[in-house]
T-cell receptor, first 112, second 109 residues
Framework: DTAVSQTPKYLVTQMGNDKSIKCEQN?????MYWYKQDSKKFLKIMFS???????INETVPNRFSPKSPDKAHLNLHINSLELGDSAVYFC???????????FGPGTRLTVL | DAKTTQPTSMDCAEGRAANLPCNHS???????VYWYRQIHSQGPQYIIH???NNETNEMASLIITEDRKSSTLILPHATLRDTAVYYC??????????FGTGTSLTVIP
């Protein structure tokens, strides 16, 4: 069974479009995260949700909006995509905030 | 943002111990040291973490100096599948994780 899954795995889109990436965890964890890994492989935290409440927003542009319909899901919606949004986005979860994180396989977003 | 510095790259012979150093000279008293690795653009994988004492699990050992300003991750018998980027992370008091640039470990046959 896949612990943390993301869809889609690859996403290619035009500048200005709106897109969503979905994340699901079946570990029963309370906290979920979104990370962005740029072309230089630098991994940066974007958001964290604990029990469906946002607890971190690391100065991410408001074009990015996380949505958590329930504890097992944390989706990332991106409006008006820009070239600089091209990156690999990783979802992760942990049993509690600050605990060991389990990462998904990543979604490679390419904005043309 | 990262509170750690690591060598950019290292090589290790297959079957030998791989010793990966990390400096975290500004670490505070209750901040943990975590190690993750990322194999070929897969999602990062948790390895081990510690506060003050040395730690060991089925994957690795973590040696933390007494002053806590540095630590070493030890993979006791490196295999080709251990080739990856290894991240040393300090979990700060707000419970956030800041990944640095990591060490690219290449295990050589």
């Amino acid at each position: 069974d896949t612990a943390v899954s993301q869809t889609p795995k690859y996403l290619v889109t035009q500048m200005g479009n709106d897109k969503s990436i979905k994340c699901e965890q079946n570990l029963g964890h309370d906290t979920m995260y979104w990370y962005k890994q740029d072309s230089k492989k630098f991994l940066k935290i974007m958001f964290s949700y604990n029990n469906k409440e946002l607890i971190i927003n690391e100065t991410v542009p408001n074009r990015f909006s996380p949505k958590s319909p329930d504890k097992a899901h944390l989706n990332l919606h991106i409006n008006s995509l820009e070239l600089g949004d091209s990156a690999v986005y990783f979802c992760a979860s942990s049993q509690r905030f600050g605990g060991e994180q389990f990462f998904g396989p990543g979604t490679r977003l390419t904005v043309l | 943002d990262a509170k750690t510095t690591q060598p950019t790259s290292m090589d290790c012979a297959e079957g030998r111990a791989a010793n990966l150093p990390c400096n975290h000279s500004t670490i505070s008293g209750n901040e943990y040291v975590y190690w993750y690795r990322q194999i070929h653009s897969q999602g990062p994988q948790y390895i081990i973490h510690g506060l003050k004492n040395n730690e060991t699990n089925e994957m690795a050992s973590l040696i933390i100096t007494e002053d806590r300003k540095s630590s070493t991750l030890i993979l006791p018998h490196a295999t080709l599948r251990d080739t990856a980027v290894y991240y040393c992370i300090v979990r700060v008091e707000s419970n956030q994780f800041y990944f640095g640039t990591g060490t690219s470990l290449t295990v050589i046959p």
